[in-house]
């Protein structure tokens, strides 16, 4: 598959100065930073994390616990080793994290039915009704902050966004 080029970097021109005003700039010049994938992605998941901040709030969530939560919920058992494989977190940061959601009442550990040295992670019944309630807020926030793209150009954005990750 023939890959497009990736957009040259224009030439560094002298910064725009007013003479008047000394080194006042009425608009700044971006157009560099916008041909980054980095520079992209990190705007985009900023206009978004700003608004799941607020609106997650209310379920006691910041985006690492709702990512946690999340999987624990849809993969019954999960252990800790797997949450940092996939969520790429450290062991360290998930201990704190998980004795916080077991002090909430939305996690419990039980015996892993495999590896006796292992503990496999549970949600309660108040952490997956607290869940159920958190997913469709989180989808609806996302869908409201993708409004201008297409189902099928949101398909398409998600996908190109994991073949850079996974």
Request: charged share 30%.
């Given at each position: 598959m023939k890959q497009a080029p990736m957009p040259s970097p224009k030439k560094a021109r002298a910064p725009k100065v007013d003479p008047a005003m000394g080194s006042a700039i009425d608009q700044l010049d971006t157009t560099y930073l916008q041909t980054l994938m980095g520079y992209n992605a990190r705007r985009a998941a900023l206009s978004i994390i700003e608004l799941f901040l607020e609106r997650l709030a209310p379920y006691g969530l910041k985006p690492v616990d709702f990512s946690v939560m999340s999987t624990i919920c849809h993969n019954p058992g999960v252990t800790s080793r797997q949450l940092c494989a996939t969520l790429n977190l450290l062991p360290p940061n998930l201990v704190g994290l998980i004795q916080s959601l077991e002090a909430r009442g939305l996690i419990e550990r039980k015996p892993h039915p495999h590896d006796g040295r292992a503990v496999g992670l549970h949600a309660t019944p108040k952490g997956q009704a607290l869940m159920v309630q958190a997913?469709?807020?989180?989808?609806?926030?996302?869908?409201?902050?993708?409004?201008?793209?297409?189902?099928?150009?949101?398909?398409?954005?998600?996908?190109?966004?994991?073949?850079?990750?996974?």
């Open positions: 997913e469709q807020t989180a989808t609806e926030l996302e869908l409201e902050k993708t409004a201008k793209l297409t189902p099928a150009q949101r398909k398409t954005l998600l996908t190109l966004l994991q073949k850079i990750y996974l």
